[in-house]
């Protein structure tokens, strides 16, 4: 059974930094795209980054862009979702989440992260003083 579980989430104080962990169950990392989304209270899920193998690709949205970067270890079936700069406006249940199809979009030279299948359970991540 396809096991996603998120870890990492906590407290920190705005400016800083917290590494977000999501494991997988199976080979799924190395076969099909991996995804970071986050909800805060009363907004709508935000798509924030995306990987995948074969080809090796890579997108991380606009928002948050040059703040918060995707990293991938197949060998431990892991995706991480690394923070810096935080913000309070930052402050949401962070999940991760993949799909069953590979599938593969390019637009505009840009990798579009695909529609997922399956969700973690989500972390909690809060930024304040």
């Known amino acids: 059974q396809l096991q996603l579980v998120e870890s990492g989430g906590g407290v920190v104080q705005p400016g800083g930094s917290l590494r977000l962990s999501c494991s997988v169950s199976g080979d799924r990392v190395d076969d099909y795209a991996i995804g970071w989304f986050r909800q805060a209270p009363g907004r709508e899920r935000e798509g924030l980054a995306c990987?995948?193998?074969?080809?090796?690709?890579?997108t991380v949205e606009d928002s948050v862009k040059g703040r918060f970067t995707i990293l991938r270890d197949n060998s431990k079936s892991s995706v991480y979702l690394q923070m810096t700069g935080l913000k309070p406006e930052d402050t949401a249940v962070y999940y991760c989440?993949?799909?069953?199809?590979?599938?593969?979009?390019?637009?505009?030279?840009?990798?579009?992260?695909?529609?997922?299948?399956?969700w973690g359970q989500g972390t909690q991540v809060t930024v304040s003083s």
């Open positions: 989440a993949t799909e069953s199809t590979r599938s593969l979009t390019i637009l505009r030279g840009r990798y579009v992260c695909p529609n997922y299948d399956y």
């Open positions: 990987t995948r193998n074969r080809p090796n690709l890579t």
